[in-house]
């Protein structure tokens, strides 16, 4: 056997190898993606007209993504674009109308009921309003430890209490923060509240919908750097919704661009700021508050 040949059948493996993974979801290191999305569309109806057929949204259209374990895709695009529909329906919260959701390359379908109330469990999420997603009657003790109860996390209430303490240093809260009621606190620190009660029952994936777009700008790094750092410490995986692509480069590894319900763009941070391929990712470059391009990374805050 000579050289040629040998060459072209590792060329000829190698191409196996890389169709084989394909089939099977998997990356080039050959571990499957934590998540896959496939061919996903979300209709809505619209008022339907008497005698008129009916009328449909399409909110969400065609879309297919991977996002590897420990990795952030930052889904980005212009409001109405979709992209909250996609978390929703990615954390089972909103049907889906057809495609495929597969999570540790299950597909949702396929799950029994029993395993759907599980995965939620697995699949936790941060809205961009904690005033609005934080129980105005509840104190932090009670929202961090409801969770932990309806998923049987801990043995006893005192138990959980213990954990919910933790979780608040985690996220750089003070223990006594856990009698108080979320209108005592900054929007920061309410957002810090309700990532600690998404962390509070051990999940793997999260959603993070705008976490930071109803915040000052100062604020804004500061709970970025938190999530950057729990992820690193956790192994979490993220979905980081944003309109805005000037925090992208704080957590994300790779960037999709949505326009009216489809993928128009994908490729890593750099690839998106330094060479859109679309008229409309430009747009949304230049819609960046006072982006320098030369120092567009803004300065972490520890
Ligand atoms: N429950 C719903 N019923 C009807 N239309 C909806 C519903 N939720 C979202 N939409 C529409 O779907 C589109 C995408 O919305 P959304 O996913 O919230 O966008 P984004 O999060 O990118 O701002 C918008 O046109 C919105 O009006
Ligand atoms: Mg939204």
Partial sequence: MNATQNSGDVANDVNNIAADNAANNLNATGEAPLLAV?????????????????????????????????????????????????????????????????????SF???????????RRQMQVVFQDPYASLNARMTVRETLTEGMAVHRIGKTAA??????????????M????????????????????????????????????????????????????????????????YLFITHNLGVVEYLADEVAVMEAGRIVERGTVDEIFDRPQTDYTSKLLRSIPSLDPEHRKLAPVA
């Fill in 174 to 237: 003070p223990a006594g923060a856990l009698d108080r009621y979320p209108h005592e606190f900054s929007g920061g620190q309410r957002q810090r509240i309700a990532i600690a009660r998404a962390l509070s029952v051990g999940p793997s994936f999260m959603v993070l919908d705008e976490p930071t777009s109803a915040l000052d700008v100062s604020v804004q790094s500061q709970i970025l750097n938190l999530l950057r750092r729990l992820q690193r410490e956790q192994g979490l995986t």
């Fill in 159 to 172: 138990e959980r209490e213990g954990r919910a303490a933790q979780l608040l240093g985690q996220v750089g």
């Fill in 38 to 106: 496939r061919g996903l569309t979300k209709k809505f109806p619209l008022r339907k007209k008497l005698f008129a057929p009916p009328l449909w949204k399409t909110a969400v259209d065609d879309v297919s993504f991977d996002i590897a374990r420990g990795q952030t895709l930052a889904l980005v695009g212009e409001s109405g674009s979709g992209k909250s529909t996609v978390g929703l329906m990615l954390l089972d919260l909103l049907a889906i109308t057809s495609g495929e959701i597969l999570y540790d390359g299950r």
């Fill in 109 to 119: 379908a396929s799950r029994s009921r029993a395993e759907r109330f599980a995965l």
